[in-house]
């Protein structure tokens, strides 16, 4: 009899033991509050609910600022989480806790932005991005087609960057490439960075005042092309200055669909990178191989001559 309960005892200890560890904690940290940031938080929180195994996420906004990402990471570590999903703030910064985790046992997926290549191949299970080069590249053919068919040949355009970044780096440099092959006679007379919206607007604002015959505005990141959109529309420019940028969410797409502003969204889907690094963490933690350090994202293209499209998009993020 005894036997019988010491046996039942241990296949009850032991389901519950697998129960236990079939239950994992991931650390997930965003960069800002932007709409971009909050797409990819729902996005880890779907793909959290729809995993086989319960998640806990504990998420944290590092508000882009390497001290406040430092106390967050160290507080990861610390709890050694099983995983850990992170948009770094700095190639240099971030370095340093992204390497402890690793030596931790902690897989870490990047999403975004993350320490520069050759430490990410060292520290990084897989790095969640995008091609963008190629992305600035298609918003500068977008504003370049546009600029031909309204047959303005010699416009100046202002810039709203995130330039501290590498990402918005190679973006600029890809639009300033296609754009340049269109429209040759194109002058970037001013280049700022904002990263917020209410910033991204005074300094979009102060543009328009300096440089009354600004053409067109190139928003590297959402929050720049709903300032600049703003400011615009502020300095009762509507229909005569027009935003080509990056990143759609629920302002950039209704600021699409009205369509007198922004003309134009190259977009990486927020929700699906936050479902995709959920997907990487669950595969670092099963022990399967790395699909490769960099993990490239489709980008996909919002036109405000395509208002069902826009419409669509709207209708499903309500």
């Known amino acids: 009899m005894k036997t019988k309960i010491a046996t039942t005892f241990m296949v009850v200890l032991f389901l519950f033991t697998l129960a236990s560890a079939q239950d994992l904690t991931i650390g997930a940290l965003w960069l800002d509050a932007s709409e971009f940031y909050s797409g990819v938080k729902t996005g880890i929180e779907q793909g959290a609910e ?17 001290s406040i990402e430092a ?16 948009s770094a703030v700095s190639e240099d910064s971030s370095l340093a806790f992204i390497q402890q985790a690793a030596e931790a ?26 091609d963008h080069f190629q ?14 068919a309204e047959g303005i040949m010699t416009p100046k355009i202002a810039v709203v960057s995130c330039e501290r970044y590498g990402a ?35 300094v979009a604002t102060n543009m328009l005042t300096a440089n009354p015959d600004i053409t067109a505005f190139y928003g590297e990141a959402g929050n720049m092309v709903a300032g600049a959109a703003v400011a615009i529309e502020q300095a009762g420019l509507t229909g005569k200055v027009v935003v080509f940028g990056h990143d759609i969410s629920p302002t950039t797409a209704n600021l699409l669909l009205d369509g007198q502003v ?4 190259n977009a990486m889907l927020a929700e699906d990178f936050g479902k995709k690094t959920v997907e990487l963490a669950l595969a670092a933690v099963n022990g399967e191989a790395s699909p490769g350090v960099i993990y490239n994202m489709t980008p996909v293209d919002f036109f405000s001559s395509k208002p069902e499209e ?7 993020h309500q």
């Open 262 to 265: 922004v003309k134009y969204i």
């Open 135 to 148: 992305q600035g590249g298609g918003v500068g053919k977008a504003m370049g087609e546009y600029l031909v």
């Open 50 to 66: 729809a995993a086989d195994v319960n998640i806990k996420i504990l998420g944290n906004n590092s508000q882009g600022d390497a």
């Open 105 to 130: 046992g902690i897989p870490v997926i990047c999403y975004n932005t993350c320490i520069a290549q050759e430490n990410a191949e060292k520290y990084v299970y897989s790095w969640v991005t995008g």
């Open 310 to 316: 826009v419409q669509a998009w709207i209708d499903a």
């Open 168 to 202: 918005c780096q190679e973006r600029i440099a890809g639009f300033t490439e296609e754009l340049k092959k269109l429209v040759p006679e194109a002058v970037i007379i001013d280049n700022q960075e904002a990263l917020e919206v209410d910033k991204a607007t005074e």
């Open 71 to 86: 106390e967050q990471m160290q507080t990861l570590i610390g709890a050694n989480v099983d995983a850990i999903i992170i």
